[in-house]
């Protein structure tokens, strides 16, 4: 059994023994300004719950993979994209992602964005859109304005 605290305090969205890491690392400018907290992660849970927090205007990559994701947003106001749906986000929303589903978040440019997400402890890497994937999204309207972040 691994062993680690029962309880972790947080302060301004920061729990305390959790170190601050970057989202990714990938040099491509597929995300902008957004931190990933590890807050639980343990084999025998078989899942992980990560917090992640974008500066206002940050996003996530765009991106699908085999692996669901359940979200809980914690604080501020953005929009995501799951599927073929853009919504609206705000403090205690929850959003599911279905496996091999596109989707990405953003952050308002007013306010940062936190949420809280949970996924398998043993997941794939995500796969990024092709050329041909980007056009089909992009030929609906309202996906269009999102992926150019100027959501309606």
């Known amino acids: 059994m691994t062993s680690r605290p029962p309880h972790r305090k947080a302060k301004d969205h920061r729990w305390e023994g959790v170190d601050l890491l970057p989202y ?13 907290q590890v807050l ?5 849970m078989h899942a992980e719950l990560r917090y992640f927090e ?3 205007g940050g996003f996530s990559t765009l991106e ?8 809980l947003i914690l604080r501020g106001c953005g929009h995501c994209l799951v599927g073929d749906e853009v919504k609206s986000l705000e403090p205690r929303d929850l959003v599911t992602v279905p496996p091999m589903t596109w989707h990405q978040f953003r952050a308002t440019k007013g306010e940062p964005l ?3 997400c949970m996924v398998n402890a043993a997941r794939d890497k995500p796969q990024l859109p092709t050329a041909e994937d980007l056009a089909k999204l992009s030929s609906d ?4 304005a999102f992926l150019r972040n100027e959501p309606g």
Do not use: N, Q, Y
């Open 40 to 44: 639980f992660s343990d084999p025998d």
């Open 64 to 71: 699908r993979h085999v692996h669901m994701h359940a979200v």
């Open 141 to 144: 309207a309202k996906i269009d």
């Open 24 to 36: 990714k690392e990938d040099d491509r400018a597929l995300f902008k300004s957004i931190t990933r």
């Open 114 to 116: 936190g949420f809280i």
């Open 54 to 56: 974008m500066a206002p």
